[in-house]
């Protein structure tokens, strides 16, 4: 069922309007470069669901394409602040954003269960905290077998989950390694799938703790070499810490943010082009 | 006079506050109790830290799925390359989470936030009201359950007036609750917060009353500079102790590993 396409062409069919979609990587393999795909095809009125929402969320929500957040930490780690989504959530700019908020442990669980189609998932988790108040998708549930009190989140089934792998082979069967975070179950519990990986290949060679994706559970794969940048792939770049630094400055404010979404990412392309445009250089692996 | 580490008064507060920590990481690893659920920032470098000064050495867990990374320099996230390249295993987030924290498999978790509140619970959620906050923080992330799971939670955070408050405006993650019996009524598995180290000194729990109450102060720290820099009526230990300055070699040890 997977087919190799061009990324473009992946948005294009399977990223509608309306739809609720994750784009996961746990800090490794995020998939930068579908964000901006999806940002430059105007796509509008998204549930977006991510762990660890970060720069490319922020993109997302500054140049509108959001109104609705599901999330458990929202920040640039080791910086700071997501200045785009602070603004949509304490001012309502570009327009009001409603948030799910969850614990890491939550999202996960709620991953899990939607890959093993299950309605909900138990954890031990977020008693005593003030998350359960305003976040409706929380709830006790006592244990059928020992009467114990656990907690139960509802299964996460986006509509389209976006991941970043290494690599994939001719027949779209798809490997990753290294961090692989929550991505397995993000594409599984996804009624579509999109992958973007650094290079096709004719065989996948094993590689200590990977995790493959058999092509019959991804409905699209993309060739886009360093389409995790400024995130990484491991074996083929390191993290370009730098880039991450220099966000901050870039969407502190709304007109600067725009300025560059307009110049970088909505008159570009491909992100080839965009790294150009930006003046990137992606951080080599040793 | 051999054995005796020179003392230097040149180091900054995070410098203390590190050094402390990785201290504490030391004496809780001889203890039998190695394993760190580890984060970014200061606790990540005061685990490091301790891995590299003390035998037996504490063991890192990552909650992006590391566990026993041995990084030469310190990772700005939890994800960095070195972290995985390092481990002696990775897994997937939804297994560190359910199969290594939540099962009790954590001996010492660490936590950070905007505001901490006397019974040692924190927020790192939103400043004032959640539906229309004044600032809107990163969120709770995977701290509710290292403070409800691991076997015990160290805080580092600089202490403030604005920081150290009576009550959180949020309560991302539970310490003590609002008191005695609370984290048994919750059902909490771990042992929570005992110690929180700032750049004045160390709180610990009260035994009695949970309240975090000042047990030792950095060199030169004055009880009346600990009451001025917190928000509720601080409580101190019977025994108020000093606590050892950074020596030379902890120092040399810290700032190799910063410049590495």
């Given at each position: 069922m997977s087919r190799i396409s061009s990324l473009h062409d992946a948005v294009a069919e399977l990223v509608v309007d309306g739809d609720t979609v994750a784009l996961e990587g746990f800090t490794h393999l995020i998939p930068h470069a579908a964000g901006h795909e999806i940002i430059r095809q105007g796509r509008r009125d998204l549930h977006l669901v991510r762990m660890t929402p970060d720069m490319v969320y922020d993109q997302l929500i500054g140049a509108g394409c959001a109104t609705k957040l599901t999330f458990s930490w929202g920040g640039n780690p080791g910086v700071g602040s997501l200045q785009r989504f602070r603004d949509a959530v304490e001012n309502q700019w570009p327009h009001p954003l409603e948030i799910e908020e969850h614990s890491h442990a939550g999202m996960a669980t709620r991953y899990a269960a939607g890959a093993a189609n299950l309605p909900f998932g138990i954890l031990r988790g977020y008693v005593g905290t003030g998350l359960p108040e305003h976040t409706s998708t929380i709830t006790q549930i006592e244990c059928p077998f020992t009467g114990e009190s656990l907690t139960a989140v509802p299964a996460l089934r986006p509509d389209v989950s976006i991941v970043h792998a290494q690599r994939a082979d001719r027949e779209g069967n798809v490997q990753m390694w290294g961090l692989t975070g929550v991505q397995k179950e993000a594409v599984l519990a996804a009624k579509r799938s999109i992958v973007t990986v650094e290079e096709i290949v004719d065989h996948l060679e094993p590689v200590p703790y990977s995790v493959v994706l058999p092509w019959w559970v991804v409905t699209a794969v993309c060739e886009v070499p360093n389409g995790a940048h400024p995130s990484f792939a491991m074996g083929y770049s390191v993290r370009d810490n730098a880039f991450y630094k220099a966000w901050d400055a870039v969407s502190k404010d709304r007109e600067s943010f725009t300025a560059w979404i307009e110049q970088h990412v909505l008159g570009t392309t491909t992100y080839e082009e965009f790294r150009r445009s930006a003046g990137v250089e992606v951080p080599a692996s040793v | 006079m051999s054995d005796v580490a020179p003392i230097t008064e040149d180091y900054t507060t995070d410098e203390l506050m590190i050094v402390n920590a990785a201290r504490q990481l030391g004496a809780l690893a001889a203890a039998g109790r190695p394993v760190c659920f580890v984060g970014i920032g200061l606790p990540s470098t005061a685990a490091n830290l301790a891995r590299r000064l003390y035998s037996p050495a504490p063991v890192l867990v990552y909650e992006s799925g590391c566990i026993g990374s041995k990084p030469t320099r310190l990772p700005l996230s939890i994800g960095d390359g070195e972290l995985g390249e390092t481990a002696d295993a990775v897994v997937s987030v939804p297994e560190i989470f359910a199969y290594w924290l939540q099962a009790g498999r954590i001996d010492v978790g660490f936590l950070g936030g905007a505001q901490l509140d006397k019974y040692a619970n924190i927020n790192s959620t939103v400043i004032g009201d959640y539906e229309h906050p004044s600032t809107r923080l990163p969120g709770a992330g995977g701290a509710p359950e290292i403070a409800a799971s691991a076997g015990a939670v160290m805080v580092i955070m600089r202490q403030s007036k604005r920081a150290f408050v009576?009550?959180?405006?949020?309560?991302?993650s539970v310490g003590y609750g609002d008191g005695p019996g609370d984290r048994q009524r919750f059902g909490l598995q771990g042992g929570g917060p005992k110690w929180v180290i700032t750049d004045l000194g160390v709180l610990e729990p009260d035994p009695v009353t949970c309240e975090l109450t000042m047990v030792a102060l950095h060199p030169g720290v004055s009880r009346e500079h600990a009451v001025a820099a917190t928000g509720w009526s601080l409580q101190f230990a019977g025994e108020v102790s000093t606590t050892t300055p950074p020596t030379a070699g902890e120092l040399d040890a810290l700032r190799v590993l910063q410049a590495a």
């Open positions: - | 009576e009550r959180c405006d949020f309560r991302s």
